[in-house]
Structure formats: structure tokens, C-alpha cells
């Protein structure tokens, strides 16, 4: 039996083989929703199969996109890249996941490689590090999006939180809970000085400010997984330990959860907490933990439907810096002094 072709699929619905076309690339804004379920139905009926390396050939694209997460433990990683990929998928185009597990240098390789793929566009969670290799992209009109980080002297379509936001909020609702002895921990800022650390580390010296707090440097730390339960043990130590302890992100509350669970610390009736970053395990603790979460799935949306536009743009998108607004999901992990 001969194979169906386009023209097979244009004849039996009434319409030209350019509206096909369309269909086949998730064109609808000029058809209307009877000739796209027309041509639904007859492409079903007919078993029609589109010529997927024709269509690259004829469009100069391969309708795959690379996504080089900085670090896929983050829930930030795994949820935006869920919905980048959703997002995608409706437009037909594939996603090639890479993890450069914070290594600049892996991170570069994926690059090489997936323009040897010929991939159509990139979303990078930068390193940070190779800033000539960001601005060679951009030098060769390569669509490109920065998720979560910006990057010194490099200037793309870039998408993240208001982070100094997010802090001010943990900060002002620990406040109005009476709370004057706030302690934050993150993860190291790294040579190439991570943005979201550095704007929450920022963040919370402003805040602390605007509240009329003294800034006290005992209570800020930035530290590897593996001593945040040291550093801890260091902050309870103190002559005036903190009442209320910020977590920089999602890794950093596991490890607090761990610490307190082990000291059999209550909280919050010994320790308030608020987590930076909405953990789903901080919603089922006992008792729930305060967190300041930030929209991923719209963030994760957003991003791939700026590359799209990068891509149809032919990488001649100007520079943008999307702040994406925090908000604050509240627990029962902050106790009123």
C-alpha cells in the first residue's frame, strides 16, 4: 500500500497543502478549530506520518532544544525543566537534558556537544564561569536563555527571582513575630559567585537594615552541604543563639530538618524556620515549614517560550532581565516571641 503523503491528507480534508503545513507545526492562529480538527481526523484516519528530516531540511532546525541545568537536585531544576518540557513538546520540539553537576568545564563540553547536535536553541542555568563561551553564542546569533543566574559581562534573555525580595519577606515575617536573632545559611557563593547566594546574602543585610536589626556577622554563613549541621552546632553555641533561622534553599532546610531532628529541637518552640525555595518534603513536615516560594512552573514556561521566540527571531532577541515575584507559603514553623 502506498504510503500517504501530505497531498493525500490536503485533498480528502478540502484544504491547500499549506494549511496541512501549518497544522503539522502548531500554526493555528489563523485556522479555525473545525479545520484543525478536520485535519486531526483525516490524518488519523489516513495513518499519516510527517517527514520529520524533510521538515528540518526544508526549515534549516532540527526541533531540538539543550537544557544544562547547573545542579538537577535543585526542586528549582527539576520542576522548571518539567515544564519547559511540557511547554515545548506542544510546539513538536524535543528536549536533550544535560547536568553539569556545578563543573564549568562539563558544562562547556555539553555546549560543544549539543551544537553538534545542532540543537535549535539553548536554556542554561550558567556556571558562571566560561563567559567567553556564553559570548561566543551570542556573537553567532545561537538562541540563548539564562535561567536562575546571570552571568558579569554577558548579556542575554535571562529569567530569575527577585531574590532580595525573597528574603525581605522571610525577614519581615519573622519580625512581626517579634523575632530580633535571625540566622541565614546558604551554600557557598563558589569563585564564580552563584547569583541567587549572592542576592540573598544581599538581601538579607538590607533587610535586616530596613527592620531597624543590627547586622551581626556570627549569624551569616555560607557553607558546603556537608558542614551545615556543624555550622549549626556553632550558631546554638553562641552566648545568644538565633530564635529563627533562614534556609537558603531547599538543600540547605534538609540538612537544618536533619540537625534539629537529631537534637531533638521543637520547632518552633524552640526554633523558628523559613525556608527559601517551596520543598515539597517542607509541606508534609511535622509541624509544616514556612517557605518563600517562587513560580517554576511559570518560570520553567516562560523560558521556553523565550527561546521559541529567540529561535523564530533567528537569535536576534535583545538582551532582557525577567524578575520573576516571590511569595510566602505559610507553615507552623514560626512562633510568636
Same mark, same amino acid.
Given at each position: %500500500?502506498?504510503?500517504?503523503?501530505?497531498?493525500?491528507?490536503?485533498?480528502?480534508?478540502?484544504?491547500?497543502?499549506?494549511?496541512?503545513?501549518?497544522?503539522?507545526?502548531?500554526?493555528?492562529? !489563523?485556522?479555525?478549530?473545525?479545520?484543525?480538527?478536520?485535519?486531526?481526523? &483525516?490524518?488519523?484516519?489516513?495513518? !499519516?506520518?510527517?517527514?520529520?528530516?524533510?521538515?528540518?531540511? #526544508?526549515?534549516?532546525?532540527?526541533?531540538?532544544?539543550?537544557?544544562?541545568?547547573?545542579?538537577?537536585?535543585?526542586?528549582?531544576?527539576?520542576?522548571?525543566?518539567?515544564?519547559?518540557?511540557?511547554?515545548?513538546?506542544?510546539?513538536?520540539?524535543? @528536549?536533550?537534558?544535560?547536568?553539569?553537576?556545578?563543573?564549568? =568545564?562539563?558544562?562547556?563540553?555539553?555546549?560543544? %556537544?549539543? #551544537?553538534?547536535?545542532?540543537?535549535?536553541?539553548?536554556?542554561?542555568?550558567? +556556571?558562571?564561569?566560561?563567559?567567553?563561551?556564553?559570548?561566543? *553564542?551570542?556573537?553567532?546569533? !545561537?538562541?540563548?536563555?539564562?535561567?536562575?543566574?546571570?552571568?558579569?559581562?554577558?548579556?542575554?534573555?535571562?529569567?530569575?527571582?527577585?531574590?532580595?525580595?525573597?528574603?525581605?519577606?522571610?525577614?519581615?515575617?519573622? &519580625?512581626?513575630?517579634?523575632?530580633?536573632?535571625?540566622?541565614?545559611?546558604?551554600?557557598?557563593?563558589?569563585?564564580?559567585?552563584?547569583?541567587?547566594?549572592?542576592?540573598?546574602?544581599?538581601?538579607?543585610?538590607?533587610?535586616?537594615?530596613?527592620?531597624?536589626?543590627?547586622? /551581626?556577622?556570627?549569624?551569616?554563613?555560607?557553607?558546603?552541604?556537608?558542614?551545615?549541621?556543624?555550622?549549626?552546632?556553632?550558631?546554638?553555641?553562641?552566648?545568644?543563639?538565633? +530564635?529563627?533561622?533562614?534556609?537558603?534553599? =531547599?538543600?540547605?532546610?534538609?540538612?537544618?530538618?536533619? !540537625?534539629?531532628?537529631?537534637?531533638?529541637?521543637?520547632?518552633?518552640?524552640?526554633?523558628?524556620?523559613?525556608?527559601?525555595?517551596?520543598?515539597? $518534603?517542607?509541606?508534609?513536615?511535622?509541624?509544616?515549614? +514556612?517557605?518563600?516560594?517562587?513560580?517554576?512552573?511559570? %518560570?520553567?514556561?516562560?523560558?521556553?517560550?523565550?527561546?521559541?521566540?529567540?529561535?523564530?527571531?533567528?537569535?536576534?532577541? @535583545?538582551?532582557?532581565?525577567? /524578575? $520573576?515575584?516571590?511569595?510566602?507559603?505559610?507553615?507552623?514553623?514560626?512562633? +510568636? *516571641?
Amino acid at each position: %500500500m502506498k504510503k500517504p503523503t501530505i497531498e493525500d491528507v490536503a485533498q480528502k480534508a478540502g484544504v491547500s497543502k499549506s494549511t496541512v503545513s501549518q497544522f503539522l507545526n502548531k500554526r493555528y492562529k !489563523y485556522m479555525s478549530d473545525q479545520t484543525r480538527d478536520r485535519i486531526a481526523e &483525516v490524518i488519523q484516519e489516513l495513518n !499519516y506520518q510527517p517527514n520529520g528530516l524533510a521538515r528540518s531540511l #526544508k526549515q534549516n532546525r532540527t526541533f531540538m532544544v539543550g537544557v544544562i541545568v547547573a545542579n538537577i537536585d535543585y526542586t528549582l531544576s527539576i520542576q522548571s525543566i518539567r515544564a519547559m518540557e511540557e511547554e515545548l513538546q506542544r510546539f513538536g520540539i524535543q @528536549v536533550i537534558i544535560c547536568n553539569a553537576d556545578e563543573n564549568p =568545564d562539563k558544562e562547556s563540553q555539553y555546549i560543544e %556537544m549539543l #551544537k553538534a547536535r545542532q540543537v535549535d536553541g539553548l536554556i542554561i542555568f550558567p +556556571t558562571g564561569k566560561h563567559a567567553d563561551i556564553y559570548n561566543q *553564542l551570542i556573537r553567532e546569533k !545561537y538562541p540563548l536563555v539564562f535561567l536562575d543566574r546571570l552571568v558579569d559581562g554577558v548579556n542575554t534573555r535571562s529569567l530569575l527571582l527577585d531574590n532580595e525580595m525573597a528574603i525581605k519577606l522571610a525577614i519581615q515575617e519573622l &519580625v512581626s513575630h517579634k523575632h530580633e536573632r535571625i540566622a541565614l545559611i546558604t551554600l557557598p557563593l563558589g569563585v564564580n559567585r552563584i547569583t541567587p547566594r549572592v542576592e540573598r546574602l544581599s538581601g538579607y543585610k538590607k533587610a535586616l537594615e530596613e527592620a531597624g536589626l543590627p547586622f /551581626r556577622e556570627e549569624y551569616m554563613h555560607s557553607v558546603p552541604r556537608e558542614r551545615i549541621q556543624q555550622t549549626l552546632e556553632e550558631l546554638f553555641q553562641l552566648p545568644e543563639p538565633p +530564635t529563627a533561622l533562614l534556609a537558603g534553599n =531547599d538543600i540547605v532546610l534538609a540538612e537544618a530538618l536533619k !540537625y534539629v531532628n537529631a537534637r531533638r529541637i521543637r520547632i518552633p518552640a524552640e526554633l523558628s524556620i523559613i525556608g527559601i525555595d517551596d520543598a515539597e $518534603f517542607a509541606h508534609i513536615y511535622n509541624p509544616p515549614i +514556612t517557605t518563600i516560594t517562587q513560580p517554576i512552573a511559570d %518560570m520553567g514556561k516562560q523560558a521556553a517560550k523565550t527561546l521559541l521566540s529567540s529561535i523564530e527571531e533567528g537569535g536576534e532577541s @535583545v538582551p532582557i532581565i525577567y /524578575r $520573576f515575584v516571590p511569595d510566602i507559603n505559610r507553615g507552623e514553623s514560626v512562633k +510568636t *516571641l
